[in-house]
């Protein structure tokens, strides 16, 4: 009874965020009561989304132990500081009145919270796993970032990083961005492939929201170079898309007791065989446009295609492997080789919580 009324209850939460992310868009587009309204509505709902980010997280914190309970208190801290900055940005536009600075002190509150959220997710317990488990994981939050980067590069990071004098701060900020939203997608994705089936869901929606966060970020800094960032404007609500997202995987949470475990010897889904290759074609789709458009690929930007392409070909085949011998017999000189060259062990703050984890190999 009580896990289908948090159910709805999660559900309506799903409803609620979309409904004012939905009237947020709406009202930013058609400058509802002019400009000035329009920037308090803007700058008063962000923050508040942020808050109740931080709200879920602490929330999800209340139902755990152990390393689950460090993880949701930092993601809960690093909410906290994306709130605080919230907060000081709208002191600037609207106590202050004036355009907010680059850098300024928000910039504390927003670079501040990218280490806390990468140590909450470096203390997460699915990074302690083990065995080709680990290996696999490493692979794909490999594919994952190198994706972003290549994306986030071709589409304005390389004009950003030849113009920027990174000798200021402000050069130092606006690159700073776009690559810790990278380091924390990275890990999110290890995390995720370390996690018991019911887990992985909050852990999903964090992703979602994170990345909202990764292309909202990564297109105010190309904007702000080139200035032609206007506030409020479409893009702010990607970052309330991102905390309410944040928020609502706090919610999506599973109590300590009640993970999910998995066969040992399930085989992979077809899911989980063409899911890395996805972010590979996003990046080389977004290549191939960019090339039918005249505009020409540095170095750097093939260098990092032949990367991709070399991740999945490896992912892929240590995923037709797994899938043609997924027994512990036909397997398990791997799992010694990469337990030692990694250095794994198992995932849990509990031995028996540890041995249904690393039972688990696929999404």
Known sequence: MDRALSHRRFL???????????????????????MRATLWIDDCITPLAAFLGCAGCLRAARGQSGRMRTFWLLFAAAMASWT??????????????????VPSWADVGYLGAIPLAVAALVLHPALHA??????????????????????SWTLGLHSLWQSTDLTKWSGVVAVAYPFGDIVIAFFIVLAIRGMTAGDRVSLWWLLGALLAMA?????????????TYNSPGLLDTGWVVAYLGVGLAGLAAQPADAAVPTRADERPS??????????????LTVAAIEIKLGHHLDQTAWVMAFVL????????????????????????????????????APYSDTPAAGHAAASNEWI
């Open 270 to 283: 077809l899911a989980s065989l063409v899911a890395p290759v996805i972010p590979v074609l996003i990046a």
């Open 130 to 151: 083990s065995g080709r488990r680990r290996a696999r994981s490493l692979l794909e939050g490999l594919l994952l970032a190198t994706a972003l980067l290549f994306i």
């Open 12 to 34: 309506a939460a799903v409803v609620a965020s979309l409904l004012v992310v939905g009237l947020l868009a709406l009202w930013v587009s058609a400058r509802i009561g002019g």
């Open 215 to 227: 292309v909202s970020d990564s297109t105010f800094t190309y904007m702000t170079a080139a200035g």
């Open 84 to 101: 605080l900055a919230e907060i000081i940005w709208g002191y600037y536009a609207l106590v202050l009145n004036v355009a907010v600075p």
């Open 309 to 344: 392409v070399v991740l999945v070909l490896v992912r892929q085949a240590l995923a037709v492997f797994e899938f043609l011998a997924p027994s512990r017999s036909a397997s398990g000189l791997m799992d010694r080789l990469t337990d030692v060259a990694l250095g794994g």
